[in-house]
């Protein structure tokens, strides 16, 4: 029942080298997110779109860039990918800010080497 | 930034037990919202609340929101396997931003 995909799954990358992920969603939602997640940490907000072209910083910005060309594609880039950056990113959706609640996707661990 | 503290960090308990957990602010909060992750897989929204004393449930589960507007708790009843996993909740502030998650309740269930 994706609505939501993210792509890849896993990814082992280098330090220092550009690493971009992507959300991909079928539900025609105005607002995409992508959080990291990390032990003792929770869910943390790195960007967020509110349209096409329209992005804003989250919690946890630096060192992330997103994109947006698209209603149904929010791209997550990582410029020059530091150790600090392994970790698992969720993309999530939702047609409001926040009150209807998120849909997430199943995530994407990264390792960086 | 703003924060949820969120309790316990971590639960072990044996099945058929109730469960209960619950996530506090200094912060007044418009909407209160729990999820699931099962490992491996993205979280899924359990329950939504949204008006101060509202109290919601979804089979086994039931949450709170308070009426301080500042907390909100969710409880387990007869908990089974299949229940184990990690436990957000996650809040709307009044100006409408991006949710907020607290920490994550891991529940273990042994049978």
């Known amino acids: 029942d994706a609505g939501i995909t993210q792509s890849p799954r896993h990814k082992v990358t280098e330090t220092g080298t550009p690493v971009t992920l992507r959300c991909h969603q079928t539900?025609?939602?105005?607002?995409m997110y992508w959080y990291r997640q990390d032990p003792g940490h929770g869910l943390r907000l790195i960007h967020y779109?509110?349209?096409?072209?329209?992005?804003d910083k989250g919690e946890v910005s630096d060192g992330y860039s997103v994109s947006r060309s698209k209603t149904e594609d929010f791209l997550l880039t990582l410029e020059s990918a530091t150790s600090s950056q392994t970790s698992v990113y969720f993309c999530a959706i939702s047609p409001g800010q926040g009150a209807y609640g998120y849909t997430f996707g199943s995530g994407t661990r990264l390792t960086v080497v | 930034g703003q924060q949820l503290n969120q309790s316990p960090q971590s639960m072990f308990i044996q099945e058929g037990e109730d469960v209960s957990m619950n996530c506090t602010s200094s912060?007044?909060?418009?909407?209160w919202l729990w999820y699931k992750q099962d490992p491996g897989e993205g979280p899924v929204l359990l329950i939504a609340l949204y008006k101060a004393g509202e109290l919601t449930s979804n089979g086994r589960l039931t949450a709170q929101f308070g009426i301080t507007r500042k907390d909100s708790f969710l409880n387990i009843s007869a908990s089974i396997p299949s229940d184990v996993g990690i436990y957000f909740c996650a809040g709307q502030l009044p100006a409408g931003t991006a949710l907020i998650f607290g920490k994550g309740t891991t529940l273990s269930v042994s049978s």
């Open positions: 539900e025609n939602h105005r607002y």
């Open positions: 912060s007044i909060f418009n909407t």
């Open positions: 779109s509110y349209g096409v072209k329209d992005t």
